[in-house]
């Protein structure tokens, strides 16, 4: 598993517009139990980070901490990202199993 074979997958459920971006989104999508991942970028800041992962341990909502923010927009298309949900239960699964395989290589 490549990390670049992740962003392309992410890339496809952005096309199938089940990914949003942006905290304040979000942090709504947690709440109203849309989000299925949440992805943060490694280089987010301490508060963001905080904020968002204190949000999705309160709603069980998976979250892993992979990429760059320049990578994580890149994958989307759009401008840097720090963190970005996934709001399809298949396409977050398949997720977190391809980025937790990579995480052990």
Known sequence: MTKQ??????????????????????????KKQQAKLVILASDASENSLKNIKNKCETYNVPFRIFG????????????????????DIGFASKLVSMIDEYSKE
């Open 5 to 30: 074979q992740i962003f392309n997958f992410l890339g496809l459920a952005m096309r199938a517009r089940k990914v949003k971006s942006g905290e304040a989104v979000l942090l709504t999508e947690i």
């Open 68 to 87: 760059t923010r320049a990578e994580l927009g890149q994958s989307l298309g759009k401008a840097e990202r720090v963190n970005v949900g996934v709001t």
